[in-house]
């Protein structure tokens, strides 16, 4: 059973840098897809963060690029986020997914952590 | 970017009814389209990829149709743990993607 954690700090202030990290298990991130964040605001929709490939290929939102750095430990099956210079509009919801990345169902979330959420606070 | 918009915004629907969500795309993804659901405190569930196959344990309730622009989410007769909210995202330029800003399904 493919399972998916994310840890990290709940309060960041702000400025600083925000780092998440998601640990696969029961699969090995080396043997394919593609490994995703994805954010919720409080009370708010889905917004794609970036995603990586275990080759450490990423793809980033435009709109967050300048500020996002997605990066995979296969030794560890893990994968991590930093995103910079935090605001408060960046409390959400953290979550991190597996992409497929072929056949018909490339591109869909198949299974998705079960989130951490993160509040950006002095 | 590829804009996604869903209508209704909320969906107030009898347990046992069908409920017909619609998802549309600023331009065409083809068939690169998936559904979502989400319950309060939940991660979403992939419910339908391909705008029309069914995820891994979704019930036969769940369907989806449509190409290009238009989309459209069927649950044929609602029970009760089908309240929720309903997303849509299109892959059309995977692995880049956006979703659309939801609809939610309340009891009526």
């Known amino acids: 059973q493919v399972q998916l954690q994310e840890s990290g700090p709940g309060l960041v202030k702000p400025s600083e840098t925000l780092s998440l990290t998601c640990a696969v298990s029961?699969?090995?991130?080396?043997?394919?897809?593609?490994w995703g964040w994805i954010r919720q605001p409080p009370g708010k929709g889905l917004e794609w963060i970036g995603s990586i490939h275990h080759s450490g290929s990423t793809y980033y939102n435009p709109s967050l690029k300048s500020r996002v750095t997605i990066s995979v430990d296969t030794s560890k099956n893990q994968f991590s986020l930093n995103l910079s210079s935090v605001t408060a509009a960046d409390t959400a919801v953290y979550y991190c997914a597996r992409q497929a990345a072929s056949g018909s169902s490339r591109g869909a979330l198949d299974i998705w952590g079960q989130g951490t959420m993160v509040t950006v606070s002095s | 970017e590829i804009v996604m918009t869903q209508s209704p915004a909320t969906l107030s629907v009898s347990p046992g009814e069908r409920a017909t969500l619609s998802c549309r795309a600023s331009?065409?993804?083809?068939?690169?389209l998936a559904w979502y659901q989400q319950k309060p405190g939940q991660a979403p569930r992939l419910l339908i990829y391909g705008a029309s196959t069914r995820a891994t344990g979704i019930p036969a309730r769940f369907s989806g149709s449509g190409s290009g622009t238009e989309f459209t989410l069927t649950i044929s007769s609602l029970q009760s743990e089908d309240f929720a909210v309903y997303y849509c995202q299109q892959y059309n330029n995977w692995p880049l993607f956006t979703f659309g800003p939801g609809t939610k399904v309340d009891i009526k």
């Open positions: 331009q065409s993804v083809t068939s690169n």
């Open positions: 029961g699969y090995s991130i080396s043997s394919g897809y593609y």
